[in-house]
C-alpha cells in the first residue's frame, strides 16, 4: 500500500510564506508525476500544481508567480513552497501522486494539511 505522508501547513499572514512537504512510501516500482490540491468547505478540491519526474510542471492560474513545486525523485518527495499568501490561498491542501505500483497504475492522496492566511 502506497502512503502519502504530508507536513508544513500552518497559519500565515497574508503576505507571508509556507512550504509543504509529501513523501510516497510503500512499494512503488515508478512515479509518474506528484502534485498538490487544495479544497475549501462546500467546493470541489481543486489543482494547485503539479510535477512530472522530468520535471515538467503545472500550476492554477491563481497561483502561478507566487508558487513552486519541486519533486525530489530519489526520496519520493513534493514540495510546494508558497510566497505571497492571500486569504484566498486558505484551505486543505493535499498531496497527490501517480504511481505504478504492485496494482498497476494507480492515484494515492494523502490525509491534507491546513493552511490558514489570516491576520
Known amino acids: 500500500q502506497v502512503q502519502l505522508v504530508e507536513s508544513g501547513g500552518g497559519l500565515v499572514q497574508p503576505g507571508g510564506s509556507l512550504r509543504l512537504s509529501c513523501a510516497a512510501s510503500?512499494?512503488?516500482?515508478?512515479?509518474?508525476?506528484m502534485g498538490w490540491y487544495r479544497q475549501t468547505s462546500g467546493k470541489e478540491r481543486e489543482l494547485v500544481a503539479t510535477?512530472?519526474?522530468?520535471?515538467?510542471?503545472n500550476y492554477a492560474a491563481s497561483v502561478k508567480g507566487r508558487f513552486t513545486i519541486s519533486i525530489d525523485n530519489a526520496k519520493k518527495s513534493v514540495y510546494l513552497q508558497m510566497n505571497s499568501l492571500e486569504p484566498e490561498d486558505t484551505a486543505v491542501y493535499y498531496c497527490?501522486?501517480?504511481?505504478?505500483?504492485?496494482?498497476?497504475?494507480?492515484?494515492?492522496w494523502g490525509q491534507g494539511t491546513q493552511v490558514t492566511v489570516s491576520s
Open positions: 510535477i512530472s519526474t522530468r520535471g515538467t510542471t
Open positions: 510503500g512499494i512503488i516500482f515508478s512515479v509518474n508525476s
Open positions: 497527490n501522486t501517480a504511481v505504478n505500483d504492485r496494482r498497476g497504475f494507480n492515484y494515492y
